[in-house]
T-cell receptor, first 113, second 113 residues
Framework: NAGVTQTPKFQVLKTGQSMTLQCAQD?????MSWYRQDPGMGLRLIHYSVGAGITDQGEVPNGYNVSRSTTEDFPLRLLSAAPSQTSVYFC????????????FGQGTRLTVV | DQQVKQNSPSLSVQEGRISILNCDYTNSMFDYFLWYKKYPAEGPTFLISISSIKDKNEDGRFTVFLNKSAKHLSLHIVPSQPGDSAVYFC????????????FGTGTRLQVTL
């Protein structure tokens, strides 16, 4: 049982480059979300999705794009990387509503130079 | 505006003693609260939760207390073990916001021998 799988685990980008962080879950969860973790800031919600074809913005959406074409996958795209996007990114999934026991991936550590 | 606050960035407790981690919130519309545990280089994992209609939930060594009038919750770990050393995040869900979670900034717990 893989749970939530994120790739890559580490990435270094140059300012202005674009890339996609991949997230896949095999638990048939409707709800998926992306967070970033920064020192002293906790986990902040970037974007989320309540099902295939439905996405919405979280607390810190600027500079990021998402789409949800299938239940399993929820990629996060950085359009033009900036040093301020240096962070650890976590993808999470859960059943919609209910007790919200979200399952997290192992994270992607991104450095923008 | 930080709606979920963990005012203690770190806590050190001796093995076998009680660990008490605190969390305050400002939004009275939160209806569900969760605690997550995070080890270095791993994603957060769900620990325990409590509905806003309850004031206590217990699971083995872990107990969460909710004081709605004070907008305060706490996680008690008894007895503390070295393996409990991790960062603990408090999270809250707003009623009517589906599965969106708002996280605190985390408290690093160190259990010493």
């Amino acid at each position: 049982n893989a749970g939530v799988t994120q790739t890559p685990k580490f990435q270094v980008l140059k300012t202005g480059q674009s890339m996609t962080l991949q997230c896949a879950q095999d638990m048939n969860h409707e709800y998926m979300s992306w967070y970033r973790q920064d020192p002293g800031m906790g986990l902040r919600l970037i974007h989320y999705s309540v099902g295939a074809g439905i996405t919405d913005q979280g607390e810190v959406p600027n500079g990021y794009n998402v789409s949800r074409s299938t239940t399993e996958d929820f990629p996060l795209r950085l359009l033009s990387a900036a040093p301020s996007q240096t962070s650890v990114y976590f993808c999470a999934s859960s059943y919609f509503g209910g007790t919200n026991e979200a399952f997290f991936g192992q994270g992607t550590r991104l450095t923008v130079v | 505006d930080q709606q979920v606050k963990q005012n203690s960035p770190s806590l050190s407790v001796q093995e076998g003693r009680i660990s008490i981690l605190n969390c305050d919130y400002t939004n009275s519309m939160f209806d569900y609260f969760l605690w997550y545990k995070k080890y270095p280089a791993e994603g957060p994992t769900f620990l325990i939760s409590i509905s806003s209609i309850k004031d206590k939930n217990e699971d083995g060594r872990f107990t969460v207390f909710l004081n709605k009038s004070a907008k305060h919750l706490s996680l008690h770990i008894v007895p503390s073990q070295p393996g409990d050393s991790a960062v603990y995040f408090c999270a809250a869900r707003g009623s009517g916001t589906a599965s969106k979670l708002t996280f605190g900034t985390g408290t690093r717990l160190q259990v010493t021998l």
